[in-house]
C-alpha cells in the first residue's frame, strides 16, 4: 500500500523537473522568468525549513496516514493549479504549496514507517519505499511526461498529472493503515 502510495504520488519529482521551463515561460523575458524562479525557489527552501518545525506537531495531532493523505491532496492540487491558473503570480502561490507539501510528507512518511514496521527498518523503508522508488518512478515517467508537454503542453500535462495523483491518494485513503495491526 506504501508503495503504491508512492509510486504514482511521486509524480511530482516528474512534475518538478520542467516547472522553471514552464515558470520561465510566464514572463516576458527567458532571462527574467530563470532570475524570478531563483528567487522564488530560494524563498520556498526557506519556508520549508519553517515548515519542518511545524510539520512534526501536525503530524502527531492528525496522524501519519492523514498527513501522508493531506500531503497527496495538496501536491494534486499544486499540480491542478499550475494547469489552471495563468501569470507569474499565480503560478508562483502554486510553487509555494510545495513549502507545506514537502515537510509534511517527509515528517508524515517516517511516522507511517515507524508506526507500521519494525523500527530498526525506518530508514531502509524510507530509502527503499520512499526515495528508491520515487528515483524509479521518475525515470520511467520522464519520457512520458516529455511526450505529454510535447503533445499537449504544460498546463493540460499538469491536469493530468495532478488528476493521477488525486486519483492515487483517494485510493490510498483505504489502502494504508492507520496503525499497526
Not at 67 to 79: C, D, E, P, T, W
Not at 100 to 120: C, G, H, Q, T
Not at 144 to 155: D, I, P, Q, R
Not at 159 to 178: A, D, E, N, P, Q
Request: proline share 3%; with cysteine; glycine share 8%.
Amino acid at each position: 500500500a506504501l508503495i503504491f502510495f508512492v509510486v504514482v504520488t511521486f509524480i511530482y519529482g516528474v512534475y518538478d523537473q520542467q516547472f522553471p521551463v514552464y515558470f520561465s515561460s510566464q514572463v516576458p523575458t527567458l532571462s527574467e522568468g530563470n532570475e524570478m524562479f531563483g528567487y522564488l525557489n530560494s524563498f520556498q527552501v526557506f519556508l520549508e525549513a519553517a515548515g519542518m518545525f511545524c510539520a512534526p506537531w501536525l503530524v502527531n495531532r492528525i496522524g501519519a496516514k492523514k498527513g501522508l493523505i493531506f500531503a497527496g491532496i495538496v501536491m494534486a492540487l499544486r499540480m491542478v493549479a499550475s494547469g489552471l491558473v495563468e501569470g507569474p503570480l499565480l503560478i508562483s502561490v502554486t510553487k509555494l504549496l510545495h513549502a507545506v507539501e514537502l515537510p509534511i510528507l517527509l515528517v508524515a512518511m517516517f511516522k507511517y514507517n515507524s508506526l507500521n514496521f519494525d523500527k530498526r527498518l525506518s530508514s531502509t523503508l524510507y530509502l527503499v519505499g520512499f526515495a528508491c522508488t520515487s528515483s524509479v518512478i521518475s525515470s520511467v515517467l520522464s519520457p512520458l511526461a516529455g511526450a505529454s508537454y510535447e503533445k499537449f503542453g504544460f498546463a493540460q500535462s499538469y491536469l493530468i498529472m495532478g488528476i493521477m495523483v488525486f486519483s492515487t491518494t483517494f485510493i490510498s485513503i483505504f489502502l494504508l493503515r492507520s496503525t499497526k495491526s
